[in-house]
């Protein structure tokens, strides 16, 4: 799992063929269909292209030849602050000197 990764696990569900999977921003009515599962042998799916340390809600529907299923009840995550440390500037230059201003760059 990444800062941008949150995993989904929800029961089987008897009958069903497939699930979808949505989320959405939690001050947004309009549900973004991540992924369309089909397969029922898996009940976990990793939502992944998140922005880090973003809440979401995610809901989950089964699906089967009768049609789809209500979502469940949506739950509320949050992905993972960030634990990417930015890199060491290198050591830095004295560029250009004069009686009031000293400039330095580094990369």
């Not at 949150?6 to 979808?20: G, H």
């Not at 290198?90 to 009031?100: C, E, K, R, V």
């Amino acid at each position: 799992m990444t800062d941008r990764t949150i995993r989904i696990n929800w029961a089987e569900v008897s009958f069903a063929t497939s699930y979808q999977v949505f989320h959405k921003l939690p001050t947004s009515e309009d549900w973004i269909e991540h992924a369309h599962m089909h397969t029922v042998e898996v009940s976990t799916f990793m939502l992944d292209e998140l922005v880090a340390s973003t809440t979401y809600d995610v809901g989950v529907t089964a699906i089967n030849i009768a049609g789809s299923s209500p979502m469940t009840h949506s739950i509320m995550t949050t992905s993972a602050a960030s634990t990417t440390s930015a890199s060491r500037p290198s050591t830095p230059t004295l560029q250009h000197t004069t009686d009031t201003t000293v400039t330095i760059s580094w990369t």
